[in-house]
């Protein structure tokens, strides 16, 4: 069990039911989410203790969003309450080829408007073992790359491991700005995790042979992205998710994990998909969870895979399967027969 | 059939269902309301040609907003398209001794970050009868005081007749701003509506003889509160609306029309309240219906209470009655019998 | 344990969820309901062997209606297959000062155009107690009082004996129809059952000192309408339920059964509604059962009170409720503690 | 912006949720729908000023099915308001095997009791640049078939083009009567479009080479169908919707269009169906937009085609796509990626 | 028309919404169903007189349970009321790779404990022509293997025929428990069902060169399998379902009928899922609709397989379809065309 | 704050929607309930440090059970996992005369059969302030008598306040031998807590001039119910509940605290009720809460009976209002106006 401490924004997400589209939505179900509080609750789910530290508004939604995560174990304790407002983002499922939308609602959020004194990172960090962000928590502005910087730097002085999801947001900031920003923090990360495009937005680091719209992928130019990230910045590992887009019903789904210029490559799923959203925060839930338990590197990618390929199959975007399950997918077992 | 053009935001309303708690709500109904917005739908139901102007971002959430003022057939034609966002506002309904509770999420709205030049009052007025606004618009802050200044002087050159509600909402602004900029938009106002509590709120103007926390109603002190803003801001009209709270189920309901130092008080209704969020602009609505249709002072009143007293059956904030139905129960059929 | 017959029109029943109006539903609740279809239900309930008769189209829409009233055991083997299609009816459901509105979608339904030659009474009536139809089915038109006339001369002659509920409605028929054809009918008919307004509306019998609007109720009034209506048609039993509408939300609700000069009245119980479509046939349901198994005349009418009263409190026609739950309340047990 | 007007029945559809049967459904869901109401719909939602005409009962199911079109913004003005009912269907999702089921209950409806006099052809074509209609109209009987003559005649003294969706519906007529009331109407009709068995069932002319239960299709069968059609009637365009169905879940869908012995096909689309009820009148829509847009023959068919893909992906009728979001499959980005 | 008799136990199943994990469902969708009674519901669906034996606790759930099998006519009077409760299974939706999952909590019901005299088969067997029951029901344990026997003799000395699907559940008994209980009964077996595990499961009969695991089947294995239990225990028939799961929700599915060294099979069928729970079952329900009406070998293992492949399209256990639908299917019309 | 430990059953509590009856649900919300665990909710929601023992299943219902505790804030590392199931009780919601039903599925639970070594109660009650449970935890029978007791003596030798909810349960045991087992239990108990009938049932103290039936309640008669229990097993408080039930709808309720001879009582609040399950646990959880803060003995009353007059509003069990409400309320604001 390792003690994972993940800082970011967590949002309502509100969805129309099942396949309507916003214009007919008389209704939205309601759930809690964020790349960072995701991978909390994947942490939790598969036993670790897992602390999700953020900044909410004193009111009951922000409740809400600090219940959503405690229920699953999630320690809340670190979250600091005050600001104006939740953010929220609004999700349109896709179907076939019409392709899944996303509105977010999100400036103006606590956490967008929080301040570098809001967190005590040395009290933060007592005890933990590893830290995650996204590329999201310094695109919301304000404070927040500054206050990025902060956590890594107190975590790599105690001593913490360091993961970061780059997830370029081109509606937060442009590429000049992550990379300027990114570039800062990406020498404090153990572990660099990024999906077909986000290496070329933020970095302009190109996979060459790849065609993300048409679905066609080149190992090799992959291979090539997480050489040049490595070397770049340092990290011990880079991961990359790998999704072939069919249609929005049916993706292929894989990962490749690089480190010291050996590239383990997981097998690729068929995902007839239930919920995508929050797809690569659980391949990145999955990873940390199989490197902070020493899996050798190409069943660390595997569990990351299987993890993830299950969140696909699951609503909203928190991914909520057990250890055992990702286990018994990346152990082969993918012919879904009922469990009586 | 009268035109009429009302003023102000439109935002998602979002509700748990039935009388769940936020923190126990997976699910929203969404639907839309707003003011000025309810008041233009009342207006429409009734048979007039209702139009609303506001400013909605350019996404499908602002086009949800505009359906659902169509789908009732208001006029959306002014509606200008820009800004960021749409405001939201959350509502848990209250039961018996548990009040209803609302958290507005409504800052950085596109209304309240418009300019004066994205509305073109002498157009909008084209052809119109009266003008509808609140006292929440102005309240919005921004260019907002201005652009209903705009709005009256326009209407007023214009032979337009000008309702204003004043519908004082503290989490807004104060009663110090909120008398300063009202006092300059009253004296183009001809109709001047108003709860127990706006008066004193925002012109310090106190019933005597009243405590709307214990119900306690004095008709004598809402006469003076009405002969008060009448002489002070020259209104013709001023209308109170008289809300008796047993408990957040059972309300009893009421309303006065003051004109020339004369009173009519409507007949009180006992409410069982289905959803009472948007009792009072349906008594706007009503009134204004009645007003601009020649209704005599009592008639007028009896009009309006009725069509609110219906109000507070309905789900959400959209008045859904007609015509008749209003007239049936200030006719005095308030029995209920089935209408087969 | 009585063998009962009921002969009429089953319809689908579509309201929308809660208090919503017809303009805001994206759902309808679907159920199936009738005037004799609602008897037929309450007597399997209490333990009788029902029978349901009428003409259902062969299609899945007439086997939803079939499989509604065979889940609580309504035997359905002489139900008629064939003719175009199924009634529907729409239920809006008031609330305080609003309304309940029905709107009926009935015409050129299967049962209206059946012949007949459909039904083969001799058969129908094997081992048979009780025939009950009300004055809805000759409503219906066609052949419909000729074959409620057929109906009623086999039952007669096999000694079966027969209620009928006037249960006017004035969107199938005018009074001076009514009166003409349920005048032919009512030689036949054992015991009368009609609410607050029937006597009126069908035969021009008016109960004095009493105005259903205002709530104003005259018990001398109705034993007077009872009195004529047992010598005008000759019936052993005419029953009058007692409706007291306060609102749409609240109601007054007793009842009266004559025999032979004497009235016993219920005690009036107010009623909390949840739903009060098919009250009335709740009350057919329960004086049936009383009067078939030899109740007392003052232990009869407590007991379609009774029933009925707990009709109120149930969503949908169907009246489901257990004998001994009518028992209880008709007892005095009235205090609604939970039962555990 | 082109103003087309459509003239047909809207009626209420109900169907189960999700895949239940029939048999299993306890709720209905709501929404109005129609062959000519759906293409009035898609061509309002690529901002066109788009008009349907129709009569509808003047009671809360007619304005039900007056809001669902207003909402997204057709003119309703020209509906008629009168008659007994409005017409409803019940829908039955398929799915894998098990076939789609649909049962109407239109008979008596309003607008099949219609009257020549009720619709004043003159002031409804006012302005207009195009007229709609489909060959469910006349098959409604009654004066339909001389209402839609008159509207063709009218229609073409104003020089306002006209489009036909042929439509056979068995149940409403035979292929004797259609073939004889369409050959009629045809002259006057400038876009004829057919499904596969269209022009089959109505005209006696056959694709050569196809088999709609097999899936088998042959191009040049169809190119053939055109051709006949073409010449017979003198029609400028023929287009023809070319359906594959795998199963109720997966289909592959195409179309042809026909001008001057020249045929074009579209790309095939292999579409996951979310609700395939209106595809048929999605891909009227998209060409009837196309063409009055001045589109090469190519660019039609393939935004007509990629408009009802869309349309399958879409629950209900109505297809509530974009001319953004059609023009972006048109132009071949179908992998479904999510839109952030 | 048949008349057979199924016996078992119903319970209450519980299922989230959709594809809602169990940790995610705020509601459960409650229906009822059992490895019998499935096949009582396939059976009266198709016209045939199905009753249903079981013993059920004398309460509101246990009448749910009775009301859900009269709904679609199955004979409940044979029905026992008494003991502690109703048993209650949990469904799970898988979807894709993740598997659906059942967790069963039906230890302590009512026909668990009930009791030899409970039951008085000669009564039970009037008029019958066929008994049903699975290796569920004496794996309940208690005196159910005893009073499995006793139907048996009954049956077999009333000339009954017999089928027993073998279905084995390793939750409620061991593989040695059910070989020496099953081994008792078979004897008297006409008909024996199992699905691809249960020969091995029970009677360590292995199909050879097959891996359910891996979908991998060999016919030629499966005809062993049949041969086998057809010498060993003298059975008329052996039917065999043949299911490969190429994922949660796409799955092949085939069967084979053997009599006399004679194996038919079925065309095989590729199915995408709504719901495979109930699915043995319902090749059950086909096959003795089939073997009881006198259908050819092939004939009756084509019915059998479409009816159960048609299963896996609707929602929860019972198999709602027609004889019609089923002919329809086994008859080639897979395309699932709408039906109009 | 006060950590406060609760030992008990939680259940999965199962609900029919809104009004419907068991036999009208397709679908049941879920929740998680019990006596003592709603105690735990409450002082969790205000902000208390409230822990919950028991034994649950270690299944995914298990899992649902604490993660509903776990999103208040409830600690639940004290749940020791395994046995054989999670307790059920469906509750049917009454109204009007209809009384609410509640049926229990209890039996065979994991706590029910849980062992005395599975609960280290020294560990248990580290920094423990106030230990409670109620009298429906013993009644589960088996050794939970025993572990009660083992409970009770280590709370007490840690100097752990004990309080204890007589909560009689007559399907569990007998007045018999509750009376046995409660009295070995409540010498360590120094708050009493019961409602109206549990003194006599357990004890046979008898509230002279009372009927619990009719709603009379004299004052009097509870003072010397709460005077024999004190005197008896010299608790230091005895707290009772007086609810009056008018109807399923409408409910008074009071409260009163007895100490050292002195009693007072709390205002009586008329309550519209939406649940009334779980309010006298709410009265408990307000208690504790006001004890444990050294409140005075009439605030400590008024403080329980808000709590509890406000979890009548609210669905399900657990009282979901923070203190700050019950302030409110306590402190005399029950006009139910909207909070904005």
Not at 73 to 79: M, S
Request: charged share 25%; aromatic share 10%; glycine share 12%.
């Amino acid at each position: 069990m390792a003690k994972v401490v993940c800082f970011g924004e967590i949002m309502m997400r509100l969805n129309p039911e099942g396949y309507l589209r916003f214009v007919q939505a008389g209704n939205f179900e309601a759930s809690y989410a964020g790349g960072e509080a995701n991978v909390a609750v994947s942490l939790a789910n598969y036993g670790n203790d897992a602390a999700f530290v953020t900044k909410l508004p004193d009111n009951d939604l922000g409740q809400c969003a600090i219940n959503s995560l405690r229920q699953f174990g999630v320690d809340t304790a670190g979250i600091v309450k005050g600001g104006p407002r939740l953010g929220i983002y609004f999700v349109e499922k896709g179907a076939s080829q019409r392709p899944s939308k996303v509105i977010y609602d999100r400036a103006g959020s606590s956490i967008a408007l929080a301040k570098r004194e809001d967190f005590d990172w040395d009290k933060i960090f007592e005890g933990a073992d590893w830290f995650h962000f996204t590329g999201i928590t310094p695109a919301l502005g304000g404070e927040n790359p500054q206050i990025c910087l902060d956590a890594c730097k107190t975590a790599k002085s105690k001593g913490v491991k360091i993961s970061c999801d780059l997830n370029f947001r081109k509606k937060l900031w442009t590429s000049e700005q992550a990379g300027k920003v990114m570039g800062e923090l990406m020498p404090y990360v153990d572990v660099c995790i990024a999906n077909e495009e986000d290496a070329a937005d933020v970095f302009g680091i190109h996979a060459e042979g790849t065609d993300i719209n048409t679905g066609k992928i080149s190992r090799e130019g992959y291979i090539g992205v997480a050489k040049e990230l490595s070397e770049r910045f340092g990290c011990e590992y880079v991961a990359v998710t790998l999704r072939g887009s069919i249609s929005a019903t049916d993706n292929k789904w894989a990962g490749m994990l690089y480190k010291d210029g050996q590239a383990c490559f997981s097998p690729e799923y068929l995902i007839h998909i239930v919920d995508r959203v929050g797809g690569g925060d659980s391949f990145g839930g999955g990873l940390i969870h199989a490197l902070s338990h020493g899996y050798e590197q190409q069943d660390a990618i595997n569990y990351a895979v299987a993890a993830s390929c299950l969140k696909h199959t699951i609503e909203h975007d928190y991914n909520l399967v057990s250890e055992a399950e990702v286990k018994s997918l990346a152990g082969g077992n993918a012919s879904g027969r009922v469990q009586r």
